[in-house]
Every structure is written in structure tokens, then in C-alpha cells.
């Protein structure tokens, strides 16, 4: 995907970005806010090998939560899971207009099928966790910045 916002149509991500609306709004009314949802943020995303599928845990989907977190008026940075433990594939560390911090932990779910040796998946958000302040700098260690 192209850096900036050329490629990012706030239409086709609505859901994405009234998740992150929606969350973001309670989390810092009440402190904290468990989003279920299963919203789609790619459908039939192409992987021919390793590097298509880093790309997109590296690239696409961080950049597409950024600009979605964006339109809902947040400034993030994300973080990937660096290793296979029972934590959250994705945080993002965000302030709104106002200087409010709000962290959301999101998951993903890879759901994939083979046609002609290439593999193909829908991916969409498992779940959202908003919450008041900054993400705890004790499970830092395990994400790195993307």
C-alpha cells in the first residue's frame, strides 16, 4: 500500500473507524471498553510466500489501523507482537484532539484458503480493547514498534 492516505477510503473502513470511535469514547468515560466485532479490514489478501505475509502483519495492517484510528481522531503508534505469547497481536498507543491517551489492543484472524497454490485470506478484527492511559511498560519488551 502507498504511504499516506491516498489509498485509504474512510467509506469502505466505516466499521473500523466507528470501532475505534465507539471504544476509544467509552474507554475514557469509564476507564476501559471490550469491543466484540468481527469487522473486515482486507478480504482475499494474496500471500504467494513468507514475505507476502510479513508485509501484511508488518505493513498493511498496522498502516490501515493508523489511518482508520486517524479518521476517528486519534495520533497512534502501533506495535506488533513480536512473539507467540497469550497477548494482543496489535497495540496502538493513541491520543485524541484534546491530549487524552487511550490504548487499543487489537487481535486478528487470519481465515484462509488455497486456490491454484497461492493462498488467499480474509482478515478480520477478532476483538478490540480500549483503555484510559498508556499501554503498561511492562509488556513493552514484547512488541516492537511498526
Do not use: Q
Not at 507476502?52 to 476517528?72: Q, V
Not at 481465515?111 to 478490540?128: A, K, R, S, T
Not at 484510559?132 to 514498534?145: A, S
Request: aromatic share 14%.
Amino acid at each position: 500500500m502507498p504511504n499516506s492516505s491516498d489509498w485509504f477510503d474512510p467509506k469502505l473502513w466505516s466499521d473500523l473507524i466507528e470501532d475505534f470511535k465507539e471504544a476509544g469514547s467509552e474507554a475514557l468515560k469509564n476507564g476501559v471498553r471490550y469491543l466484540e466485532t468481527t469487522t473486515t479490514l482486507f478480504e482475499e489478501a494474496e500471500i504467494r510466500n513468507y514475505k507476502d505475509y510479513e508485509e501484511i502483519l508488518h505493513k498493511d495492517i498496522p498502516d490501515l489501523l493508523k489511518e482508520a484510528s486517524k479518521h476517528a481522531g486519534y495520533t497512534c503508534t502501533v506495535y506488533h507482537l513480536k512473539d507467540d505469547v497469550n497477548l494482543p497481536e496489535y497495540v496502538l498507543e493513541c491520543v485524541d484532539e484534546k491530549g487524552n491517551e487511550v490504548t487499543f489492543e487489537v487481535d486478528v484472524n487470519f481465515d484462509c484458503f488455497e486456490e491454484e497454490g497461492v493462498e488467499y485470506c480474509h482478515i478480520h478484527l477478532l476483538g478490540m480493547v480500549a483503555s484510559r492511559g498508556k499501554f503498561p511498560e511492562g509488556y513493552k519488551p514484547y512488541y516492537h514498534e511498526v
